[in-house]
């Protein structure tokens, strides 16, 4: 698989485990902190994000647009 293919699967899944963090402040893995989350979320945005819940929160948003830009793209692709 090529990562243009894994990459949407992973923001999702970086989704989910921000919304689940800023919620009830609970880690979906031992691996989820705040900062890595802050820092995943860079990668993919480009933008840097404070460890805090409004950081986050900023991280959510923008990666939920990203997301959303590349479904529509890859659906865009497959329509024709």
């Given at each position: ?15 989910s ?35 805090s ?21 890859s ?6």
């Amino acid at each position: 698989m090529a990562t243009s293919e894994i990459n949407p699967m992973r923001i999702a899944v970086l989704i989910s485990s921000i919304q689940l963090y800023l919620s009830s402040g609970l880690k979906s893995t031992r691996t989820a902190t705040p900062t890595n989350m802050s820092r995943w979320a860079s990668e993919y945005t480009g933008r840097a994000y404070k460890r805090s819940s409004a950081g986050l929160q900023m991280a959510l948003v923008d990666l939920k647009a990203l997301y959303d830009n590349i479904i529509e793209a890859s659906s865009e692709k497959y329509a024709d």
